[in-house]
């Protein structure tokens, strides 16, 4: 068989891109394997009608609406490879298994590289976060720290005290602030420090401590910090031959078409190299979708 679509990722971009697709009357093989990348949070935010919704729960919605329609396919399984042929793409997973389509829509979204901080993992996705739009309001008025070694620390500092105005702002060992910046912060009761995070403290993933390279402590109950990415899907697509964005996504039109691959699209982080909320990752997947089927009709014709 020979599907319209094959989805790699199940994620909010692929599952809402499957739902248009099948809806749309296409056969769509929405490929995942079941690892989302915020499995580690309490709950997702931002989502009109499922604030707060823990990630399990979302996914657990999406599949049964998504799976309601017979011409979308879910296939858990880990792909190993993506190919490239003159009638379309052909995904390689298992013992020399394979799947066949006309168009592909690569919705594998990111991975982070969190610091390499004592403690960090155990407080991620409770006490410490990456996104203040996501989580700032569960943190709210509360002393709070952001651990960043990215140049828009500035910019992070100045969104975050829409949510507290107890902040310390620590760069970790890098002098990425210019004075200026710094006196501007620290106009508004905000600490900078450019020592190194040693360590976060606490219980049960609730920050207690921060603990800095000269052997000091201060208390801190939850905070931010900048990962690094690393998107899976360039290993996975690597000889389709696609331009990336400057982060390291896959450059893409309004609609998520590739801008060098036929019937190659993406939607999502995979476009961005860097994190989209829930919200705007389903919204890249409809327009993708929406893109696809009118690139499937118009070659019907």
């Known amino acids: 068989m020979i599907y319209d679509c094959a989805i790699i990722g199940g994620g909010p971009a692929g599952l809402n891109a499957a739902l248009v697709l099948g809806r749309a009357r296409r056969t769509v093989a929405l490929v995942d394997n079941n690892q989302p990348r915020n499995a580690v949070t309490h709950a997702s935010h931002g989502f009109l009608t499922r604030d707060g919704v823990t990630p399990a729960e979302f996914r657990r919605i999406a599949y049964e609406e998504v799976l309601h329609y017979p011409t979308v396919e879910h296939h858990p399984v880990t792909v190993t490879a993506v190919h490239k042929h003159a009638e379309g793409f052909e995904i390689e997973y298992g013992n ?12 594998t979204g ?95 993933g609730r920050l207690q401590e921060v603990e800095f390279s000269d052997g000091t402590r201060m208390a801190r109950t939850g905070g931010f910090i ?42 999502g982080e995979a476009t961005s190299g860097g994190s989209t909320q829930l919200i705007i990752a389903a919204s890249a997947g409809s327009m993708a979708a929406i893109s696809i089927n009118t690139e499937l009709m118009e070659e019907d014709f």
Not at 99 to 107: D, E, F, G, H, Y
Not at 124 to 140: M, N, T, V
């Open 96 to 107: 020399d298994q394979r799947i066949r389509s006309k168009k592909l829509l690569v919705a």
């Open 110 to 204: 990111l991975q982070e590289i969190l610091p390499d901080i004592p403690g960090v993992k155990e407080h991620y996705g409770k006490s410490l976060f990456q996104c203040p739009y996501c989580d700032g309001w569960e943190l709210r008025d509360q002393p709070l720290i952001v651990v960043s070694e990215h140049p828009r620390v500035f910019h992070i500092a100045k969104l975050l005290y829409q949510w507290s105005h107890d902040l310390v702002i620590c760069t970790n060992g890098q002098s990425i602030m210019s004075d200026e910046e710094k006196e501007v912060l620290t106009s508004r009761n905000i600490i900078v420090t450019e020592q190194q995070v040693t360590a976060f403290h606490g219980v049960n």
């Open 226 to 267: 900048t990962p690094q990415w690393t998107s899976p899907h360039a290993t996975l697509c690597e000889g389709l031959g696609y331009e990336p964005t400057e982060l390291g996504g896959i450059s893409v039109d309004g609609m998520g078409k590739s801008t060098t691959v036929d019937g190659l699209f993406a939607a």
